[in-house]
């Protein structure tokens, strides 16, 4: 990683700058670097020189899926991403196949893979991702400057051209830039700064559950090694706190598992009571599944799960040489899983705008951040569409079309369940293969009107092996207090 930093590009040359070394941004970077000399990545806080935990990402303790979508934009992005953090533990989950997960209509068969999760810790992806962006650099075009905080955009006529920043020893500097991409997550002061150079204010929308997240590792038993994910779906339909939980196989032989409630439903920071509200959820699968591990890690809670938007495709006076793309843009309840993936394809539409005419086409920022919006708004749809419905839901109040839709949601939900054809047409939407309208065509309807072609399962769909293990941990548990079984809520 480079600490020199040059105010301008050498003569002739065109430079780059990405706000945000996180995921993002890296990506952000790797996505410019075919159009410009060279692209200085800014990042605020340390990066560490292998996988570890770092400053900037609240909410790395926490699971972190990649959907099949988003791990083909990364790889597109910096080939063999995928493959290395493969070959480094993460796990290759097939999609519905190696996923055990109980929605508000019942439980999903685990029918042939369709699509795939890629499951490993925050930490092994950030660190990967930046890996391979920088080797696949063959030209040294991208560097990476720690420690410098942006202050700010700096802007001639209708275009952006640098930012004004602060480095580690404390000095100040502007640095010239043909091209500003801002990654730099949920903490964003994109609109601050635009403000500041004379831009009209993006209309903001904000949806928040109240939903907590409370998450640990735990060693995973012998035998686990192709044990699937485990997931417990809150009803947002149920009119009570809605209280969920997931567990994902990791490297290490590790399991991370991160148990969630909304608002009057929220889980604690308390080790004792963490296993006893994986019990309170609609099915103790996966309190089963801990009473087989060991836990290796306290507990982390967090509390900063509202969605956010802002609409900056909206802004009709857009300057040139500025685009926002990943948390910056929209920042959604970490529950559904959409983040990363939709940062991959926003970082893959602005590569692909960029084609159009380069960093100094006239009206290319503008036209790639409403291809960023394409992503966003089915990310944005999905995890607001359901967190309205929670009870203490703040935003706004949901309607008679968004009951209504719930309502066709669930009974997609059931169909699900039981029919191969609709529990695909639910991945291809989240996954963003296709959007929300693949659910509403004719013959989807039809079949949804229909419902399931097989009778609802009345327990979990584990194999054999996947029953033992779990009857293996119910019966050695020991940890269970009077207390905690006292507090169980099913």
Same mark, same amino acid.
């Given at each position: 990683?480079?600490?020199?930093?040059?105010?301008?590009?050498?003569?002739?040359?065109?430079?780059?700058?990405?706000?945000?070394?996180?995921?993002?941004?890296?990506?952000?970077?790797?996505?410019?670097?075919?159009?410009?000399?060279?692209?200085?990545?800014?990042?605020?806080?340390?990066?560490?020189?292998?996988?570890?935990?770092?400053?900037?990402?609240?909410?790395?303790?926490?699971?972190?899926?990649?959907?099949?979508?988003?791990?083909?934009?990364?790889?597109?992005?910096?080939?063999?991403?995928?493959?290395?953090?493969?070959?480094?533990?993460?796990?290759?989950?097939?999609?519905?196949?190696?996923?055990?997960?109980?929605?508000?209509?019942?439980?999903?068969?685990?029918?042939?893979?369709?699509?795939?999760?890629?499951?490993?810790?925050?930490?092994?992806?950030?660190?990967?991702?930046?890996?391979?962006?920088?080797?696949?650099? !063959? @030209? /040294?075009?991208?560097?990476?400057? +720690?420690?410098?905080? *942006?202050?700010?955009? &700096?802007?001639?006529?209708? #275009?952006?051209?640098?930012?004004?920043?602060?480095?580690?020893?404390?000095?100040?500097?502007?640095?010239?830039?043909?091209?500003?991409?801002?990654?730099?997550?949920?903490?964003?002061?994109?609109?601050?700064?635009?403000?500041?150079?004379?831009?009209?204010?993006?209309?903001?929308?904000?949806?928040?559950?109240?939903?907590?997240?409370?998450?640990?590792?735990?060693?995973?038993?012998?035998?686990?090694?192709?044990?699937?994910?485990?997931?417990?779906?809150?009803?947002?339909?149920?009119?009570?706190?809605?209280?969920?939980?997931?567990?994902?196989?990791?490297?290490?032989?590790?399991?991370?598992?991160?148990?969630?409630?909304?608002?009057?439903?929220?889980?604690?920071?308390?080790?004792?009571?963490?296993?006893?509200?994986?019990?309170?959820?609609?099915?103790?699968?996966? !309190? @089963? /599944?801990?009473?087989?591990?060991? +836990?290796?890690?306290? *507990?982390?809670?967090? &509390?900063?799960?509202?969605? #956010?938007?802002?609409?900056?495709?909206?802004?009709?006076?857009?300057?040139?040489?500025?685009?926002?793309?990943?948390?910056?843009?929209?920042?959604?309840?970490?529950?559904?899983?959409?983040?990363?993936?939709?940062?991959?394809?926003?970082?893959?539409?602005?590569?692909?705008?960029?084609?159009?005419?380069?960093?100094?086409?006239?009206?290319?920022?503008?036209?790639?951040?409403?291809?960023?919006?394409?992503?966003?708004?089915?990310?944005?749809?999905?995890?607001?569409?359901?967190?309205?419905?929670?009870?203490?839901?703040?935003?706004?109040?949901?309607?008679?079309?968004?009951?209504?839709?719930?309502?066709?949601?669930?009974?997609?939900?059931?169909?699900?369940?039981?029919?191969?054809?609709?529990?695909?047409?639910?991945?291809?939407?989240?996954?963003?293969?296709?959007? !929300?309208?693949?659910?509403?065509?004719?013959?989807?309807?039809?079949? *949804?009107?229909?419902?399931?072609?097989?009778?609802?399962?009345?327990?979990?769909?584990?194999?054999?092996?996947?029953?033992?293990?779990?009857?293996?941990?119910?019966?050695?548990?020991?940890?269970?207090?009077?207390?905690?079984?006292?507090?169980?809520?099913?």
């Amino acid at each position: 990683m480079s600490t020199g930093l040059r105010p301008a590009p050498e003569p002739h040359t065109t430079r780059g700058i990405v706000i945000g070394g996180s995921l993002a941004g890296m990506l952000a970077a790797a996505a410019l670097r075919p159009f410009v000399d060279e692209v200085l990545v800014l990042e605020r806080h340390d990066l560490p020189a292998e996988p570890a935990a770092r400053q900037g990402v609240p909410q790395a303790r926490h699971v972190h899926t990649l959907w099949s979508n988003g791990a083909e934009a990364i790889d597109l992005l910096a080939l063999g991403t995928t493959e290395r953090l493969l070959n480094l533990g993460a796990r290759h989950l097939a999609l519905p196949a190696d996923l055990v997960a109980l929605s508000p209509a019942g439980w999903y068969r685990r029918w042939p893979e369709t699509h795939h999760l890629i499951t490993c810790s925050r930490d092994l992806l950030d660190w990967v991702v930046r890996e391979q962006v920088l080797m696949e650099d !063959a @030209d /040294a075009q991208i560097s990476v400057h +720690p420690k410098v905080e *942006v202050l700010g955009l &700096r802007r001639w006529a209708d #275009r952006v051209t640098g930012v004004r920043v602060r480095r580690a020893d404390g000095a100040y500097a502007d640095l010239d830039a043909d091209f500003v991409v801002d990654a730099s997550g949920r903490a964003s002061r994109a609109p601050q700064w635009l403000a500041e150079i004379g831009v009209a204010q993006a209309p903001v929308r904000e949806v928040d559950a109240g939903l907590a997240y409370a998450s640990r590792l735990y060693q995973a038993p012998s035998g686990s090694d192709t044990f699937p994910g485990l997931a417990v779906q809150a009803d947002p339909l149920a009119r009570r706190p809605g209280r969920s939980g997931t567990l994902i196989p990791i490297e290490g032989g590790r399991w991370l598992v991160s148990l969630a409630g909304t608002r009057g439903g929220e889980p604690t920071a308390d080790p004792g009571m963490f296993e006893s509200f994986a019990r309170s959820l609609r099915h103790p699968v996966i !309190a @089963d /599944a801990l009473a087989a591990a060991e +836990p290796i890690s306290d *507990v982390s809670v967090t &509390r900063c799960t509202g969605n #956010r938007r802002h609409f900056f495709e909206r802004v009709k006076a857009w300057p040139d040489g500025f685009v926002v793309l990943g948390d910056a843009v929209a920042a959604y309840n970490p529950l559904y899983g959409q983040g990363m993936s939709v940062a991959a394809l926003a970082a893959l539409a602005l590569r692909t705008t960029l084609c159009d005419g380069g960093v100094r086409f006239p009206g290319v920022a503008q036209r790639a951040q409403r291809a960023i919006a394409t992503p966003v708004l089915a990310a944005w749809s999905l995890a607001t569409s359901q967190d309205v419905l929670y009870p203490a839901a703040t935003g706004r109040s949901p309607g008679l079309i968004d009951y209504a839709a719930a309502r066709y949601v669930r009974r997609v939900a059931y169909a699900a369940t039981g029919r191969a054809s609709i529990a695909t047409r639910v991945t291809r939407v989240l996954t963003q293969e296709r959007c !929300a309208a693949h659910l509403l065509t004719p013959t989807a309807a039809l079949s *949804v009107l229909r419902g399931p072609l097989l009778p609802p399962l009345d327990a979990p769909p584990l194999t054999e092996k996947e029953c033992e293990l779990l009857a293996h941990g119910r019966g050695t548990a020991s940890s269970r207090t009077a207390s905690e079984e006292a507090a169980t809520d099913r």
